[in-house]
């Protein structure tokens, strides 16, 4: 009898020891996480770190390939929105919530004073490893106190995950509209401003062109137009400046 009692006692132990792993097991989209073995990722975190010291940012754009195309085919609507705001590019192609924390963790806003703070991320996450919309929405919860901390006199936009797929009714559409409603509730109107401009892309019948996303997630130098002038209003309005004509 008494070596039963042990045994049970010695089971007891194993599931508290189990129970206590799942408690604590680390959620990705919250966990800060570098790509440095990828090496063009290494160079750019160097090198936006670098130009981020040279300060003089009134506006700092953060989020993975959608906004680092604004470097590439969304260059001529850049030119004419953002260059003469001197607006940072922070986007990283494949990034997750989990790349973003541990680039601003590590030197990609130190120091940066900017005014304004447009932030777009979420998809990777939602797409690449199907993370659940509320992980997501806690990784990015956790990258707005980043934020807040960081920068404490910038005002931030965070915009909602842009549609994916042809059809409303497509996986990762879903998915991301599930996303959206998450970090909807994460703004408080004041210093998080939500801004869903996802119907500007879209058709009446709720399908996504071709014409403005070619393949379905990534806009072209239509969509970043349309992305441009949906948003401008807001961004003139946050900085106090006129709006640019479209």
């Known amino acids: 009898m008494k070596n039963c009692g042990c045994c049970v006692r010695w089971i007891g132990w194993v599931l508290v020891v189990l129970c206590s792993s799942v408690v604590t097991a680390q959620v990705p989209a919250t966990t800060p996480t570098n790509r440095l073995h990828e090496s063009w990722w290494s160079q750019r975190h160097e090198a936006k770190v670098a130009e981020a010291q040279k300060g003089g940012w009134k506006v700092v754009f953060i989020g993975d390939s959608i906004t680092q195309g604004w470097e590439v085919r969304g260059r001529a609507v850049w030119e004419k929105y953002y260059a003469h705001r001197n607006a ?17 963790m590590n030197g990609e806003i130190e120091g940066v ?55 409303p009714d497509g996986m990762y559409r879903k998915i991301n509209d599930q996303l959206n ?33 070619p393949d379905f997630l990534h806009p072209n130098e239509q969509g970043y137009r349309i992305w441009a002038e949906a948003m401008e209003p807001h961004v003139a309005r946050l900085l106090g400046e006129t709006p640019v004509a479209p």
């Open 88 to 104: 940072l590019n922070l986007g990283f192609s494949g990034d997750r919530t989990e790349h973003v924390l541990w680039r601003l």
């Open 113 to 167: 004073s900017s005014r304004l703070v447009i932030l777009m991320l979420g998809t990777n996450n939602t797409g690449h490893r199907r993370d659940p919309p509320e992980q997501t929405a806690e990784g990015m919860q956790k990258i707005l106190e980043i934020l807040k901390t960081k920068m404490p006199e910038a005002r931030i936009l965070l915009l909602a995950v842009f549609p994916r797929d042809e059809k």
């Open 181 to 213: 409603e998450r970090l909807k509730a994460l703004a408080d109107g004041e210093r998080v401003i939500f801004l869903n401009i996802n119907d500007r892309f879209l058709q009446p019948d709720g399908t996504l062109s071709r014409e403005i996303m």
